[in-house]
């Protein structure tokens, strides 16, 4: 009577010959590999799920601290106007710098300038912290870039919408956690969250997130620019130069 073979079984039909060792090796490594497979899905799931918990709690840590923030410094704005003096705003501690002209006619020291700042190609942009010596490398790429401070949700915006991470010399899309975490877990940011705070607030591991990630490359501005020949602070008005809170306005354009 001819013998009946089941993979990851053992079982035979009534009457039939004892099934071959190989057969029986197979089946009891299949049933101890599905076994260890089980395992391992059960103990990433509740490691994800915890995970995840705590993304969530670092979360709204973080926007509360963005919303006692913001509420201290209206409150030092009312008090400064009511005993009749000035406020003076905070210094802001990140810039984003946009390059807006090509190649052409460009000068070595501001061509090294900008490619120190992986400014390599039209339209991309960089977060960079305000230091005096950035400042001072700046004023030397004025005419070919757009500066200025950005917002919460510009920063968030950016990170989001065209965020690309540094894996090896790969870029590669912020689409999962488990990417940031790899790379940046020993540094304490194991989310797009932690990611998004780290950059806005300038944290102690702000250079190696920022290296993280990939210089955004960015769209032309939905209505195109005014002048770029001409500073943005020049009386007749055009585009390059240091826009401060301004900048918001084209970056939002240009996402």
Known sequence: ??????????????????APESFTKKATRNAALLKEK???????????????????????KYEKEYKNAANQLIQLRRQAKFSGNFYREPEARTMIVVRITGINKL????????????????????????????????????PYVICG?????????????RGYGRIGNERTKLNDNAVISEKLGKYGIHGMEDLIH?????????????????????????????????????PKGGDWGNREELVNNIIKRML
């Open 1 to 18: 009577m001819a013998s009946r073979y089941l993979i990851g079984e053992t079982t035979l039909a009534a009457g039939s010959a004892a």
């Open 198 to 234: 780290e950059i806005y607030t300038v944290g102690p591991n702000f250079k190696q997130a920022n290296n993280f990630l990939w210089a955004f490359k960015l769209s032309s501005p939905n209505g195109g620019f005014v002048l770029k020949k001409h500073g943005f602070h020049e």
């Open 107 to 142: 000068a070595p020291k501001p061509r090294k300038i900008l490619k120190l700042l992986r400014l390599d190609q039209l339209h991309k942009a960089v977060f960079v912290k305000c230091t005096k010596p950035m400042i001072n490398m700046l004023k030397c790429i004025q």
């Open 38 to 60: 089980t395992a391992f899905l059960t103990e990433q799931k509740k490691a994800n799920k915890v995970k995840r918990h705590d993304m969530k709690v670092r979360a709204q």
């Open 149 to 161: 401070y950005p917002s919460l949700k510009t920063t968030k915006e950016l990170i989001m919408k």
